[in-house]
């Protein structure tokens, strides 16, 4: 399980982290601001990363104030001091606003407690407030500590050795409300906390038919209201960078009345607590309230989420941002130059970048003055491109025009769910079926996979019969693993018969399978010259041309769930291991994610070959660890990565050889990593990529009207995806040569890059490609 093999072909200008060092360096960590989910990752992956280069790391508690105030706040970190923090929600090492450093005097203390213990590297996790105090910090660090030695507190040699402080930041705030970001830690489970609320009060307004109001943090940034008004579906939303137009009142109560016509038992309007109108009045829950109930009569409720929203255990994905980010952040101090501004860890697609700290901290008050002087459209706009994209997908999905006001295309699109139930399948239907509609298109479902399109088990859907349908798992169309192979004559006869003009496949490695045959029968059956697009949704997340499926993200929170109480029933007997398989069939992202995730000691995947000595060699592992205070071991295994070493043997092994030392427990996690409800991440990109499908099928059918065109190029059958930043469509014809056909698998998967991450953080040598480390880029505006 050693990853000490360099990958990289001879004498390529590939780096390693082997070639940094950290010997003699002093690495500060601190907290700031309003704390986050995700914080302790960060501070965890800090700490061991730092001891891994050989620095030397020490905590900084209570934020600022224990900076300024010294002594015992400032204390040395050791690997066993951040074990078991994973899974706890806040921050281990306090935070506290800090008024003493917002003065000369109170940075002038600090710089001297700093330099006590020969700390020049710091690292900062807070909002853009705790990022600006330490970008100051920095410019003045030369002045402070002339001025120290004029003091006669450190001497002529201190100012030379210590002369420049370098800083790096990671932004932790749930309102995610930081420029050059797409997510800063702890948003995403923020969403949890909201969304889990949202389903709890959907099921009691329906029982009563009540229209309810909810309260979402957010005072400058309404991201959180957006993104939960988009993964529930709610009536109405207001957030600050968007307020009503004049006459929302009216507009508002017309929605509402109009949404209990249609059969629908109750009425969701999300607020964030920064709700302003168009003379950046506030507009509170009260007020809404008060609105609905003189206006309409009806049964209303207020709910303030408050600061639940802070609080519970890190989501999957927090934990693997703050992850990675702690990392990156101690690479970037040890690569950075008395020339190097101070930088920000951030995320961008799905690959981590660092930014000048000042440029993002500029643009983000930028958003702030544009909100001030009323220039929305520009405050908007400044929040980037997913927020952009966010608020106008919830605009098409929440509003329908009459239908008089929708021209007609004359074209029937077909939606059809293939492969495996993944969470999230129902919220890309829903969002297919309302673009779809809004696009003037007659939207078609198929049910039961292609078994039941051959059997012609198809039916118009309209905008109402997918309401509701974002937060339920499973898929409510109906799937199946079986191919179109063998029904092309009676797949092709029922295409005919509905005059379906394009389809949009939501399935995972079937599906695929499945459009390159209805592709490679175009010569054959000209039924399918028509557009077809594929959304990936597996669990297994092992579709060709695409980072992410929907599902994956529900399915590792399910494994990282489990594996947190499964880790706590440990602490009690103390010194056991255990050995858990999950699913994945032989693609090992849900194993390794799920590793990074838990804080598992080793992860078996198929792409990775092991022998037995890997096993010995963990074994030892567990055993040496066994003599800490840490007194407990975590294996995921996949449920395909051996033909021979099985879960069964790796138990009996694990068993036998660490007699008198630890006990050993298996759990299969099986299939409840397809079921429950979908998270936000899967509701929401479900939700987005589904749409973005809809707007290229109807793009396709434009360009064909009239004139009767037969789509047979490779450009009209392809797999929708999201590769490194962008959202891409690539033929399916080009992502052949891109696919282990017999292990199910895309031949080069992006995450195999983080592997070696989680063998660092579990105290494994590993060599770590830091190449796409290091450059310094500059934030976009309009497209962060």
Known sequence: MDADDSRAPKGSLRKFLEHLSGAGKAIGVLTSGGDAQGMNAAVRAVVRMGIYVGAKVYFIYEGYQGMVDGGANIAEADWESVSSILQVGGTIIGSARCQAFRTREGRLKAACNLLQRGITNLCVIGGDGSLTGANLFRKEWSGLLEE??????????????????????????????????????????????????????????????????????????????????LACGADWVFLPESPPEQGWEEQMCVKLSENRARKKRLNIIIVAEGAIDTQNKPIT?????????????????????????????????????????????????????????????????????????????????????????????????????????????????????????????????????????????????????????????RMLAIYDGFDGFAKGQIKEIGWTDVGGWTGQGGSILG????????????????????????????????????LLELSAAREKHEEFCVPMVMVPATVSNNVPGSDFSIGADTALNTITDTCDRIKQSASGTKRRVFIIETMGGYCGYLANMGGLAAGADAAYIFEEPFDIRDLQSNVEHLTEKMKTTIQRGLVLRNESCSENYTTDFIYQLYSEEGKGVFDCRKNVLGHMQQGGAP??????????????????????????????????????????????????????????????????????QWWLKLRPLMKILAKYKASYDVSDSGQLEHVQPWSV
């Not at 608020?391 to 699109?413: E, F, G, H």
């Not at 959202?727 to 891109?738: G, R, S």
């Open 479 to 514: 799937t199946k693993r079986i191919l179109p192979g063998k029904y092309l004559e009676e797949i092709a006869t029922q295409m005919r018969t509905h005059s379906i003009n394009a389809l949009l496949i939501i399935g995972g490695f079937e599906a695929y399978l499945g």
């Open 285 to 441: 829950s009260e007020k809404i309230k008060e609105l609905v109930v003189t206006q309409l009569g009806y049964d209303t409720r207020v709910t303030i989420l408050g600061h639940v929203q802070r609080g519970g255990t890190p989501s999957a994905f927090d934990r693997i941002l703050a992850s990675r980010m702690g990392v990156e952040a101690v690479i970037a101090l040890l690569e950075a130059t008395p020339d190097t501004p101070a930088c920000v860890v951030s995320l961008n697609g799905n690959h981590a970048v660092r930014l000048p700290l000042m440029e993002c901290v500029q643009m983000t008050q930028d958003v702030q003055k544009a909100m001030d002087e009323r220039r929305f459209q520009d405050a908007v706009r400044l929040r980037g491109r997913s927020f952009e994209g966010n608020l106008n997908t919830y605009k098409r999905l929440a509003i329908k025009l009459p239908d008089d006001q929708i021209p007609k295309t004359n074209c029937n699109v077909a939606v059809i769910n293939v492969g495996a139930p993944a969470a999230g399948m129902n919220a890309a239907v829903r969002s297919a079926v309302r673009v779809g509609i809004a696009d003037g298109h």
């Open 148 to 229: 120290l030695a004029r003091n006669g507190q450190i001497d002529k040699e201190a100012v030379q050795k210590y002369a420049y402080l370098n800083v790096v930041g990671m932004v932790g705030s749930i309102d995610n409300d930081f420029c050059g970001t797409d997510m800063t830690i702890g948003t995403d489970s923020a969403l949890h906390r909201i969304i889990e609320v949202i389903d709890a009060i959907m099921t009691t307004a329906q029982s009563h038919q009540r229209t309810f109001v909810l309260e979402v943090m957010g005072r400058h940034c309404g991201y959180l209201a957006l993104v939960s008004a």
């Open 679 to 748: 998270s936000p991440f899967d509701r929401n990109f479900g939700t987005k990529i589904s749409a973005r499908a809809m707007e290229w099928i109807t793009a396709k059918l434009k360009e064909a009207r009239g004139r009767g065109k037969k789509f047979t190029t490779d450009d009209s059958v392809c797999v929708l995806g999201i590769s490194k930043r962008n959202v891409i469509f690539q033929p399916v014809a080009e992502l052949k040569q891109q696919t282990d056909f017999e292990h199910r698998i895309p031949k080069e």
